[in-house]
């Protein structure tokens, strides 16, 4: 009981986990609103200036892939030191921010593909990578993870909100050279103070405990299986990454996350062209890019709380068939009502994936060497999102539609739904 009143007594009214997860929540907003959907937004204005095509444009995405894949399982060990998650964090945002503004005086696609392939993607991966700051959300909590992943990955939809429409808006006004040199700034502006103030690689390095417990007794008991959670799967104990890799369910997240990744990356660089292509202007495809970003801030946080009290791999199977429909829905249809439906669809399935991608992975597997597993399957992840972009920028270049590619890539979002529900919580075998 004193020591209950004596931790009481020093712990801060305000857990500081809170705050990991509003930096990462930014750092996954900026990704994706600058590196990700809103890329799209410069998808004409410099092909049309600099002779590209989109195949060539669509192929700096391989080279993300490449990156990912080279130095994800490189980053993932260090994500698990003490010092690893500031100084990635804090030094990505200063490589991305630095990279993206020398875009301004490119002029030939390998320099794109240097500047924004190499550069933004190795800054982006180190502040705003599942190899990050996802393991670092679920370091700091596991009775309330579900809640935590459902808020900081609510960051990506804002990006899209927030970016989407004001890249526009700097494009039509001061050009694409000099939109870039904004958006450089503001790299830095919004995430480099934050995280040199805040993030922190787990609660026991500042003498606290997950979740904002007050004892190590309490902690241990969130961390009992299905702790808070009746249906769920909280690992009571750590696999180390050789353990991991022994485990069927590794292989078959690694399958379902690929063929979903497949999906969502044409979106990417993509999502508004393909919308553009079909006779709509911008300012559609801008409303369309809003309602799809909003659903899916609305998702993530009904499913993380509801993770937290039912199977995530029912949850996701079922939000990853429904994502499913969207992408083929978009495919298929050209009348403005499915755009919509795919919107809707899109929006509120493939919306949820991140958040159930981030929480089980750390329920199936721990907390301890999270980092070191989510950077060793980093490059496999990196594939779905770094081929499909180019493959649908190709499909383009020679047929003049997205309509095929994107059948195929939903068909395959169906598959991604039936490799989840297969995918069992590893049982733990401890080494003789």
Request: hydrophobic residues 55%; proline residues 5%.
């Amino acid at each position: 009981m004193e020591t209950a009143e004596r931790a009481s007594a020093h712990s801060p009214r305000f857990f500081h986990g809170w705050w990991i997860v509003a930096t990462s929540l930014v750092g996954a907003g900026v990704g994706m609103g600058i590196g990700g959907v809103g890329l799209g937004v410069f998808v004409e204005p410099m092909t049309g200036d600099l002779g590209w095509t989109r195949a060539e444009m669509g192929g700096v995405f391989i080279i993300r892939a490449i990156v990912m894949a080279t130095l994800g399982p490189l980053m993932g060990p260090i994500v698990d030191r003490r010092m690893g998650a500031p100084v990635l964090f804090v030094g990505g945002a200063f490589i991305a921010g630095g990279s993206i503004m020398l875009l301004a005086a490119a002029t030939e696609v390998w320099q794109f593909y240097v500047l924004f392939g190499l550069g933004w993607s190795i800054g982006q991966l180190a502040f705003a990578g599942n190899v990050l700051t996802g393991p670092i959300v679920a370091k700091w909590f596991i009775r309330k993870r579900g809640r935590a992943m459902g808020i900081y990955t609510m960051g990506i939809p804002i990006g899209s909100i927030i970016f989407v429409p004001l890249n526009a808006v700097l494009v039509t006004t001061f050009g694409w050279q000099a939109s870039w040199v904004i958006l450089g700034v503001a790299t830095w502006l919004l995430t480099i103070p934050i995280a040199a103030l805040t993030m922190r690689r787990q609660p026991e390095d500042m003498g606290l405990f997950p979740d904002g417990a007050l004892t190590a007794d309490e902690a241990r008991l969130a961390g009992s299986p299905g702790a808070g959670r009746p249906g769920g799967v909280a690992a009571p104990v750590d696999f180390t990454l050789l353990q991991a890799l022994r485990t069927p369910a590794l292989y078959l997240l690694m399958l379902s996350f690929l063929m979903m990744g497949l999906a969502m990356g044409i979106f990417t660089i993509h999502q508004v062209p393909a919308i553009t292509d079909k006779g709509f202007d911008l300012v559609v495809a801008s409303i369309v890019s809003v309602t799809l970003s909003s659903c899916s801030f609305c998702v993530k946080p009904t499913v993380g709380f509801l993770s937290e009290r039912f199977s995530p791999r029912y949850l996701c199977t079922l939000c990853m068939a429904v994502g499913a429909v969207g992408v083929v829905t978009l495919g298929l249809g050209d009348a403005m009502v499915f755009l919509f439906v795919f919107a809707a669809c899109y929006g509120f399935g493939a919306g949820a994936t991140p958040v159930f991608q981030n929480v089980i992975w750390a329920d199936y597997f721990g907390r301890r060497y999270l980092g070191s597993i989510r950077g060793m399957i980093a490059p496999i992840a990196a594939l779905g999102g770094g081929i499909s972009p180019f493959i649908a920028g190709w499909m383009f270049d020679n047929t003049g539609s997205y309509d095929s590619i994107l059948v195929t890539m939903g068909l395959g979002a169906f598959l991604a739904a039936a490799f989840m529900l297969m995918a069992r919580p590893p049982r733990f075998r401890a080494r003789a």
